[in-house]
């Protein structure tokens, strides 16, 4: 599966279908696009997608990983692209 994203519309193409991104969702998706087949900590994203200090940001990015898998995934309960890697983080991967 292959996701196109559209910086201008911040739109993502996936499986055919195009869906509108918030501009954090945006950038969520961008930051572990860029950094496909690494784990990265809630910490780690938080940090480089808000700038600021990541202080109790777990629930802030498990929200927003859930609306983003709910636009990109075939079945976001049984996510392909975007895994949880427990007490590590998350892996974007496009192809398994």
Do not use: A
């Amino acid at each position: 599966m292959k996701l196109h994203l559209n910086k201008e519309t911040r739109t993502v193409i996936s499986n055919g279908k195009s869906s509108r991104l918030t501009p954090i969702e945006y950038d969520i998706l961008s930051y572990l696009m860029n950094h496909e087949d690494e784990v990265k900590s809630p910490e780690e994203i938080y940090q480089n997608v808000w700038k600021d200090d990541p202080f109790d940001c777990h629930l802030v990015i498990s929200v927003h990983m859930r609306h983003i898998r709910e636009k990109i995934e075939i079945n976001p309960s049984r996510p392909q692209l975007i895994r949880v890697l427990r007490g590590k983080g998350y892996r974007f991967r496009e192809s398994e």
